[in-house]
């Protein structure tokens, strides 16, 4: 088997999806995913782009929280394929049952094809997790809700955008903005008077985003399975990777308005719009295009402030979000990761703290299990950024199990940053400009800061999370930047004790592919 398909093992699962043995008192819900290349043309021409049961962007995933997922995905592609939640990649022409609960999450996600470049051709869709009838949710019950999936988009397909990576240049500005799909023509239609719940997520390989309603204003009601203090926006930023949740009252003139999602921090601007339908309506949307900011980043740093965490509120369980008081918390541990764009033997890398990541020829979690010698060193990545010229390596940062860690994301670049953390989601108590000192954190929220699982960090600015680390395992942490994951900005964090618990860590799959060094073992 060649180095690549090594590659594709082991990446952690999406924050909170527990692979464990399916929980038999819950409800099992049943699909069967057939992953295949065909014609797409969301830009006018034709592509190839990623299909799942003919589908682009893939059917919606509706469930309730702690439902046993079982999905039988038929790879019919050329390439092994992975889909976020798990860590089994499939080989082409072969089958695999995933079996996962929805544990303890509520809202909205999304799934995509997590490995070389899939994102960028399809493979995604909406992944939607109810509330059990036994929680109460913040807010009335919404009379019809939609998704939406807004993403960049390339004419070239992912071996094209991978092909030139290989070589060491950089991709080109993405040739258009896409939701569902289109760059524009889909509608969505409710009566006057009625609310109804959206959902919207960037998932996009490169550019923030922007979202607004003609005419209307929305109501954030949660990110990314937190439910957040229900502040009214006239427009919100979504970065890559991140997903929001917001109420929208059709209280306006019955007739068509336009919805727009536009790029941020990007010259030229792209635009996607979709159609609000008024029932009844006869009169289409009306041009120009309500205007949001376009290079603004002060504007966005001071919206990403105002949301936060509703205290009060339910989570997936029946107790207050509120009520594990992270300002009580002692933090053992603080790392600054800076981000750098570099060069290394002539062709284009991004680095954190003086090391471009490249995976290991074993599967670092087989290594770590099977006690592995030789593969990584920890703690290699040094906690601050260092001086002297990025190399390459496979950085891997040692915790221990149940670590309270502040982890500070300094952005000296121009461009806008989004990481993401798999296993844990983290508590954002802070953005600001400039470099990051322990003097900042006087100004940290440590009240009410949001709980989710992918930060922004804004042109030459930091934004710091603090997460406690109590799942073990290799977790990996990378930018949600396609490029600049798939070139190097990205990290393990190994949460670790000294037990085996089958509580604390998911097992290795008995039929995993054992490769590398692990192979002799
Ligand atoms: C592959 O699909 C077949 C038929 O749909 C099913 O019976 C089988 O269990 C699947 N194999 C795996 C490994 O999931
Ligand atoms: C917070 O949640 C509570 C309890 O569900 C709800 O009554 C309240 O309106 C919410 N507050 C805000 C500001 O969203
Ligand atoms: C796209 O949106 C931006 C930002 O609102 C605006 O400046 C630009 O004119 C729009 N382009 C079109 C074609 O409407
Ligand atoms: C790896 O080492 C740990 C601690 O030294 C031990 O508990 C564990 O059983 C070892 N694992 C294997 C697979 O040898």
Request: a positive charge.
């Amino acid at each position: 088997m060649s180095r690549s398909i090594f590659l594709l093992i082991f990446l952690a699962t999406l924050a909170g999806f527990t692979a464990l043995p399916a929980n038999s008192e819950d409800p099992y819900r049943y699909f069967t995913w057939v992953v295949t290349y065909g014609k797409i043309s969301p830009l006018g021409q034709p592509q190839q782009g990623i299909l799942i049961n003919g589908q682009f962007p893939g059917p919606t995933l509706d469930c309730v929280t702690n439902d046993n997922i079982i999905v039988n995905v038929v790879n019919k592609i050329d390439e092994f394929i992975l889909i976020t939640w798990n860590q089994l990649p499939i080989p082409p022409n072969t089958n695999w049952t995933y079996k996962m609960q929805t544990k303890d999450q509520i809202g909205t996600f999304t799934y995509f094809l997590s490995t070389t470049f899939h994102r960028a051709a399809g493979g995604f869709g909406a992944f939607n997790i109810n509330q059990r009838s036994v929680i109460s949710i913040p807010y009335p019950a919404p009379s019809g809700e939609f998704n939406l999936l807004v993403g960049d988009w390339y004419k070239a397909n992912h071996k094209g955008l991978r092909k030139r990576l290989d070589s060491g240049k950089a991709l080109p500005f993405p040739n258009g903005l896409l939701i569902n799909g289109a760059p524009q023509g889909m509608r969505f239609t409710g009566q006057k008077g009625k609310t109804y719940k959206f959902r919207v997520s960037n998932v996009g390989i490169d550019t923030s985003i922007n979202f607004r309603i003609q005419g209307h204003t929305v109501t954030l009601i949660e990110v990314e399975g937190s439910h957040t203090q229900q502040e009214v926006y006239e427009s919100l930023d979504i970065h890559v990777g991140q997903s929001v949740t917001v109420l929208v009252t059709l209280n306006r003139e019955v007739k068509d308005y336009f919805i727009v999602a536009s790029t941020r921090f990007t010259k030229p601007v792209l635009n996607a719009t979709t159609v609000l339908c008024y029932e009844g309506s006869t009169a289409p949307p009306s041009l120009p295009l309500p205007v949001g900011p376009t290079c603004h980043v002060h504007w966005s740093m001071k919206q990403a402030r105002t949301i936060r965490l509703n205290l009060t509120a339910n989570a997936a369980r029946p107790n207050p979000q509120g009520s594990y008081r992270y300002k009580l918390i002692p933090i053992v541990r603080t790392i600054v990761l800076a981000n750098t764009e570099t060069q290394i033997n002539n062709k284009l890398r991004y680095a954190v703290n003086g090391i471009s990541y490249v995976d290991p020829e074993t599967p670092l979690k087989l290594a770590d299990y099977f006690n592995i010698s030789g593969v990584f060193t920890l703690n290699s990545i040094k906690d601050y950024p260092p001086p002297g010229s990025p190399l390459l390596g496979t950085s891997v940062i040692g915790t221990n199990l149940h670590d309270f860690v502040e982890i500070v994301f300094q952005n000296n670049e121009k461009y806008v940053q989004s990481w993401h953390l798999d296993g844990s989601s983290f508590y954002v108590v802070g953005f600001g400009s400039g470099q990051w000192t322990k003097d900042m954190r006087r100004r940290y929220n440590m009240d009410d800061a949001i709980v989710r699982h992918t930060v922004q960090v804004y042109p030459r600015s930091w934004s710091t999370i603090l997460v406690s680390l109590d799942k073990k395992g290799m977790w990996n942490l990378r930018s949600a930047i396609w490029v600049r994951r798939y070139l190097g900005q990205q990290l393990y964090i190994r949460v670790w004790n000294d037990e085996t618990s089958l509580y604390t860590e998911n097992d290795i799959p008995t039929n995993a592919l054992l490769c590398g060094k692990a192979k002799l073992s």
